[in-house]
């Protein structure tokens, strides 16, 4: 793994050494699937996560690990005392940083696969084995649930305006079909998460599906659920004027700062050496299908494909806060 920024990386080497000290063999020896968690003051919410998690999924064993990121509260303490492995990080980054750091940890500790959820209970546990699946059976290098294809409790006009604009906006700009750019629930091969550069400490889940179309992997989504927060507040968007609550206003901010990201990642990927190749257009897209247009473009790049279906065997229709 490539930073950036040389402080991360020092923070990371720390945090690193402190888990392989503090847990010993089992931090490298994990669990063939590491459901990682980034969290940030999420003390009475990240109890019942860890708890509700699966111990096996497809099959195979699964360990929770959580980077508590900075946490000024007893996150940490309670997610240990439900059952996690806690990487403790003294310095809050953001959920990027706090991610990237948890998929070395899993890498690292010799982990397949990764699962990542989200610390604030939003995403249902039962769906994990859906969202892993694919990844399992070799159909895809990383799976995406898509609140569209599936279901979402939130009634904010907005933010689902927004979920469907940056979805747009990045098919667009990847020439692959995407529903849902910022779903928390996701799967991978644990080496994906090596090769694709991640540096954002916020708002990381378009520059890792972007790094992912951009590398040729194969991407998948399937449907899932997002719920309501029912504990604590989210950390989304804040900005100066969080605390006056003026409707709109942290979306607002929360959409510049995705599409800085957004826009960023894929310029960043456009020069890099050896990224994906040429984008067909639309039109030849649906002609040819999206698998074997994305292996035109990369050779042997991703393949769009959605499921509504997991374990017993999908089916493959073709198709400003540094806060956690």
């Known amino acids: 793994m490539m930073y950036r920024n040389p402080e991360d990386e020092v ?87 706090a991610l990237r750091l948890g998929y070395r940890l899993a890498r690292e500790g010799g982990a397949g696969y990764i699962v990542t959820t989200d610390a604030d209970g939003q995403y249902n546990p039962a769906e994990i084995e859906r969202v892993l699946a694919p ?72 520059e890792l599906l972007i790094g992912v179309i951009t590398h040729g992997y194969k991407m998948a989504e399937v449907p899932a659920t997002i719920q309501r927060r029912r504990v604590g507040a989210s950390k989304k968007g804040q900005n100066p004027l969080y605390q006056l609550h003026i409707p709109g206003v942290n979306n607002f901010f929360y959409g510049l700062r995705f599409a800085r990201v957004a826009y960023g990642t ?23 299908g999206p698998v074997e247009s994305a292996a035109r473009a990369n050779g042997s790049g991703p393949g769009s494909v959605e499921t509504s279906a997991c374990s017993a065997g999908p089916a493959w229709p073709a198709d ?4 956690t």
Request: hydrophobic share 40%; net charge negative; charged share 25%.
């Open 320 to 323: 400003p806060a540094k806060r």
């Open 135 to 206: 990844v399992v059976a070799g159909e895809a290098d990383f799976v995406t649930g898509s609140r569209r294809l599936g279901s979402q409790e939130t009634k904010d006009v907005i933010r689902r305006a927004g979920v469907r604009f940056f979805a747009g906006t990045i098919s667009m700009l990847t020439g692959q079909k995407i529903s849902d750019t910022t779903f928390g629930l996701r799967a991978m091969r644990a080496e994906v998460t090596g090769t694709v550069q991640l540096e954002q400490p916020q708002y990381q889940a378009s």
């Open 266 to 288: 894929w310029w960043r990927e456009r020069q890099r050496p050896g990224s994906a190749g040429p984008i067909l257009s639309e039109s030849e897209t649906e002609r040819i």
């Open 11 to 97: 923070v990371d080497d720390a945090a690193l050494k402190a888990f392989v000290d503090g847990y010993g063999d089992r931090a490298t020896q994990l669990a063939p699937v590491a459901i990682v968690i980034a969290a940030y003051d999420e003390e009475g919410a990240i109890g019942p996560v860890i708890e509700a998690l699966p111990g096996e999924v497809c099959g195979l064993a699964t360990v929770p690990i959580v980077v508590a990121d900075g946490c000024a509260d007893g996150t940490a303490a309670e997610a240990q005392a439900a059952g996690a492995m806690v990487c403790d990080v003294p310095v809050n980054r953001g959920q990027g940083a």
